[in-house]
């Protein structure tokens, strides 16, 4: 058998081979290629929806439109997305397992160098006008995925409360993106929040992704469980936030701006009778950074000085937790590590900080902040990705 001929036949079974989630959703993703001239759909699960602004095969012209035309079940779905540009706020409650599938410029793409997708918005909020009992930072994201309205909101103060109570429902347990860009590109980002990602009440991992904002680039929100792999996230002002679980692996945070923080993050005590008690039951609630980089942006200006600028977070409450391990740190970084909330309003009565075995300019332990705790080896097992989640990784593809 010729190489044509067997790569013709490995093409034949590529479907069945997604299904079991093996590592050739790069042979849908590829767009080029006689093949792909046959069949866009070539190499895809069986039942994908092409979404594409200009390709002649495209049923859907949008992003959204596709996502509408999606069976109201449980059954699993995938999109195929053509290269460009979509402007579109997505808002996804559908409880199925989705998977969106980015066009890229390689066969086999490891990281969101390869991505040719990018959906963006320009909506931000701003927070001198915001009325809190009808607007939500959840309503200017980029992308939404939440079982409902209430659940995507960050709602307000200690416990985010909403103002109706959140309907006690789960959305998906398995929302997938793969080699995606989602930007926020307001301009009048310094006036408030401008997302370009928002969770709640859900199980979501990203695959090669780009997720591009200034301030609060990313809510993790209530009962909410992400995994980012092979991404890159920038932003200037508490740009990951929120309540839930976010696990950052081998990814890059990129620090815009002259000056900001990482994270921002809430608990709750797990205590059920407390009002809105959001806590997620069942893994360790907080922002984790594993094999990663924290450094400036590569589209910041060259010339501006962001030596000592930036924080690795501060506790938006004072339940908040962050863990940084094997994780390279430039010079941007306070040698202090983590920041007060405010000198006021420190927040650090009960917050869990930590890091381990960290590299670069901006890894100096013996400068941290008091409420930095330095982990020991056996310390630093507590905070394993399989602990994190409580042994439930069932969601994650570890062969991209």
Not at 171 to 179: E, I, M, P, S
Not at 245 to 262: C, D, E, I, K, Q
């Amino acid at each position: 058998m010729g190489l044509g001929a067997a790569f013709a036949v490995f093409l034949a079974f590529a479907p069945t081979f997604a299904l079991a989630g093996l590592p050739v959703y790069g042979l849908c993703q590829y767009l080029q290629g006689p093949l792909k001239s046959l069949n866009i759909l070539a190499g895809c699960p069986p039942g994908t929806l092409f979404v594409s602004a200009q390709h002649p095969a495209a049923r859907f012209r949008t992003v959204g439109a596709a996502l509408e035309a999606l069976p109201d079940d449980l059954t699993p779905c995938w999109l195929l997305i053509d290269a460009g540009e979509y402007e579109e706020t997505l808002n996804i409650s559908r409880k199925g397992p989705i998977t969106l599938l980015g066009a890229t410029s390689t066969l086999l793409p490891h990281d969101h160098t390869a991505n040719l997708v990018t959906i963006f918005n320009k909506l931000f909020m701003n927070q001198t006008t915001q009325d809190h009992n009808l607007q939500d930072n959840a309503d200017i994201s980029v992308l939404n995925v939440a079982p409902n309205k209430y659940a995507a909101w960050t709602g307000l103060g200690f416990f985010g409360a909403t103002p109706v109570p959140i309907p006690d429902e789960f959305g998906t347990k398995d929302f997938r993106v793969y080699n995606v860009n989602l930007e926020n590109r307001a301009v009048n980002h310094p006036v408030g929040p401008a997302l370009a990602l928002n969770l709640g009440y859900v199980r979501a991992s990203f695959y090669g992704c780009a997720l591009r904002s200034w301030q609060d680039t990313i809510f993790i929100g209530k009962n909410a469980s992400a995994y980012f792999v092979n991404s890159q996230i920038l932003g200037q002002t508490d740009f990951i936030y929120g309540y839930g679980t976010a696990w950052f692996a081998n990814s890059t945070m990129g620090l815009r701006g002259p000056g900001g923080y990482v994270t921002a993050w809430k608990g709750t005590a797990d205590d059920p009778t407390l009002p809105n008690n959001y806590t997620n039951k069942d893994n360790l609630f907080g922002a984790y950074f594993w094999g990663s980089r924290v450094v400036k942006s590569p589209d910041s200006d060259p010339a501006l000085d962001i030596t000592g600028a930036f924080s690795l977070g501060r506790p938006w409450n004072n339940l908040s937790r962050a863990v940084y391990q094997h994780t390279y740190m430039d010079e941007s970084i306070k040698a202090e590590g983590f920041s007060l909330w405010t000198t006021t309003d420190p927040r650090v009565e009960t917050i869990e900080y930590a890091e381990y075995d960290n590299s670069g300019p901006g890894w100096m332990p013996d400068e941290r902040i008091w409420f930095d705790t330095i982990l020991t080896k056996e310390e630093a097992r507590r905070y394993s990705l399989s602990n994190v989640f409580d042994h439930d990784l069932s969601w994650i593809d570890f062969l991209y």
